[in-house]
């Protein structure tokens, strides 16, 4: 009998540090210039590749806008740093389509909503801690 309470008090005790490792992530992402093309989130837990190289990211997001507006919610990243990158892809070529002179023609967006001069924030910038409490962050293109 002591053996069976000892199983089932491990598993309940391993099942709960399981879960003290995870919290949820809560991202609203405004100004869409339309409702055409897909909102495209890139989540990065580290600065290589911030903020556009897909392949780096932690995780690949693409939502439709609905009346300029996107959302979404993530329950299973580790606890951890990380920064998001977004754009409103229009063209639907999975990149920020840029002018002649490299300045965007689509919107775009950080976590932290960081200014942006000459180039994208660095990741240090754009960067969030996820702890043990849950996250709701909010992202203005421009």
Do not use: C, W
């Amino acid at each position: 009998m002591n053996y069976l309470f000892l199983l089932v008090s491990l598993f309940f005790a391993l099942e709960t540090l399981g879960q003290s490792n995870q919290t949820s992530l809560q991202v609203s992402i405004s100004g869409a210039s339309s409702d055409a093309g897909s909102i495209r989130i890139l989540v990065f837990s580290k600065p290589s590749g911030f903020p556009d190289q897909v392949k780096q990211a932690v995780r690949s997001i693409s939502l439709p806008p609905k009346s300029g507006k996107a959302s979404f919610k993530l329950t299973d990243l580790p606890v951890g740093t990380y920064a998001i990158g977004v754009i409103h892809d229009l063209d639907n070529n999975g990149k920020l389509s840029t002018n002649a002179v490299g300045y965007p023609t689509e919107k775009f967006g950080f976590s932290k909503n960081p200014k942006v001069y000459f180039g994208p924030p660095s990741f240090e910038k754009a960067a969030f801690v996820l702890g043990k409490t849950a996250v709701s962050l909010e992202i203005s293109l421009r």
